[in-house]
């Protein structure tokens, strides 16, 4: 008999592939009867997945690929830090690969650098275009991290940036900011993180019948703090004076801070100040910052859960497009700190 | 014949191992004419080193590990990024790999994690101890970084890290401080990075016939954020008040800024502030923040080297112990900035 598929699993079990799925992945929002069901079936059949937590080598090397843009960036590493959690409890070693969003370096990673060491890759990519995918096979079991650059190609998992920047932007609105700067910004069409989040500011703008000044987006070389603190230098050297800065990551608002801090102006009263990612430097800044705080556990459990599975699927010999490729959007919050804290000074000039 | 070993360059050139070894790092020190006869004699014996980054492929993956502690200390990011570049400019691929100091993690690293993928290994190692190298062969082209736990064993690279504290706490005393707080410090014997420095800081009190007071320093879980905020807290709430603080990484350094802005205490008026690593975070941050900064550059440039040069020997089929291991000491420099600049207030009480 041929080794048996989750679909073999699925029909024993008399419950959908998805079903399934979510046994292995050990959601909670399945019953208990099927979830019984399910693991008599995968035992019955000896279906090869492991189910918590267990080494997955039969064959494999137990090695999975982590591959970020930028290993210096504090809301990667903690990401990194997150998924490393989640693999080694589930029996993988991790190993990570910097890619300085180079293109070619983000194509090599798919396919395992051209060694047959890692059994998986998760990756997070900044140059990939829709076209370097829709041709390509998967040659390894992948999930893709951040915007979307071709929806269906892979399991991806993300945030809500949208909403995101929406929120953080209605927030500043809430506290009667009216002139917001968007440092990291890009006026160009999703997909693109910049892009999506600068549309969710857009988005709150409009719900609050405020106007939409291009010139307020200012896009940046880098999301970095040397990056986000010229950026408001030259917003303060052209012209109206704004009264908040929401910055699409911390590294540009702790930039940001700084060199308000230079010009004399207080954060919040002067100027309110927001981030993105939630990263520590910005919990013991002064003044501590306002920020997007995606839930970054959820992100590393879903990508490693997506990617044991995908592995298992693969070491079943079935290849790993038994199941659809899934969209998951993990939550966010606003963390808000002082930098939003209190009430603005008058309304600025202009 | 044999493939030529790295001694036979050197006994065709006329000069010792030493030197050959000088001209395939690129040295400086090396005169043209000795360059150009060991170049003559490497060519005339097709000895099979790479001189000038072209790629080591030679029957080798092309990649190296990379194997740290913690990802998320923005000093090991800095350390990454540089070996990274300095790999990548000689056509290595680097894969990092994060131990969490775990012992066990660190040694499986030494041996490539049991898998033929890495050409070789630059380690930075917190939890092995001198046993553990003593008696083990190195299997795999290692060098190690940080504090050395057994020299001799590996190539070796490192700041002075006694001088670096010495010359740190010797700066706050030319700036009247005369109760200085050691936050990260360990009374221990060194080896141990910790160790080290806090003997550094112990010999500038003794040249300056300053009392060393144990209670002044100040050990902790981990070097970050929230660890130096709240032993700075502490010893506020235990008294007397110090006039400074010297952290022994920058992220401890931020925290305890932010501790003392909390308190109500002008940072440096009232204490001043030094770290170590010179992270960007500290060049932002309000105020910004006085370092040891380590030359990590040159750090990076000479573990890739080294392990150039090692994986040049195993690839030469003669081991890599053809020559001694090598302790590289590399340049620090203190980083003066705003939170030691600017006088003291009145001698505090106590």
């Not at 399945?30 to 492991?50: D, Q, W």
């Not at 982590?66 to 589930?90: C, K």
């Not at 929120?167 to 440092?183: F, Q, Y």
Request: proline share 7%.
């Amino acid at each position: 008999m041929a080794r048996p598929r989750i679909k073999d699993v699925a029909l024993r079990a008399g419950v959908s592939e998805k079903t399934v799925s979510n046994v292995i992945n050990d959601y909670e929002h399945v019953s208990e009867r099927t979830r019984k069901a399910v693991r008599e079936a995968i035992a019955e059949l000896g279906y090869r997945v492991n189910l918590a937590g267990r080494h997955l080598r039969r064959g494999r090397t137990g090695i999975i690929a982590l591959v970020l843009p930028e290993l210096d960036f504090p809301y990667f590493a903690d990401l990194a830090n997150g998924i490393i959690t989640e693999a080694e409890r589930n029996g993988l070693t991790v190993l990570l690969h910097q890619t300085r969003a180079d293109r070619q370096h983000e194509l090599s990673a798919l396919h395992g650098f051209d060694h047959d060491f890692a059994d998986g890759v998760i990756l997070s990519p900044l140059a990939l275009t829709t076209e370097d995918l829709r041709d390509r096979r998967r040659t390894l079991p992948a999930v893709l991290l951040g915007e979307a650059i071709e929806p269906g190609w892979a399991d991806h998992v993300a945030i809500d940036n949208v909403r995101a920047a929406r929120d953080a932007t209605e927030h500043l609105i809430s506290i009667g900011r009216r002139r917001i700067l968007v440092v990291g910004g890009s006026d160009a069409p999703p997909p693109g993180t910049a892009e999506a989040r600068t549309l969710g500011y857009r988005q709150a703008l409009d719900a609050a019948g405020l106007p939409y000044d291009p010139a307020a987006v200012m896009p940046v070389a880098q999301f970095r703090m040397p990056h986000g603190a010229a950026a408001v230098a030259r917003a303060l050297d052209a012209g109206p004076r704004p009264d908040a800065v929401l910055c699409l990551n911390d590294q540009m608002a702790l930039g940001a801070i700084r060199t308000l801090h230079e010009r004399g102006l207080r954060v919040p009263r002067d100027v309110a100040v927001v981030g993105f990612d939630d990263v520590e430097g910005g919990r013991f800044s002064v003044p501590t910052l306002t920020t997007v705080s995606p839930d970054k556990k959820a992100v590393a459990r879903v990508a490693v859960e997506l990617l044991l599975l995908r592995i298992a699927e693969a070491a079943g010999g079935s290849g790993n497009a038994d199941l659809p490729p899934e969209e998951r959007v993990v939550p966010h919050r606003l963390a808000i700190r002082e930098s939003t804290a209190g009430p603005a000074a008058a309304a600025p000039a202009g």
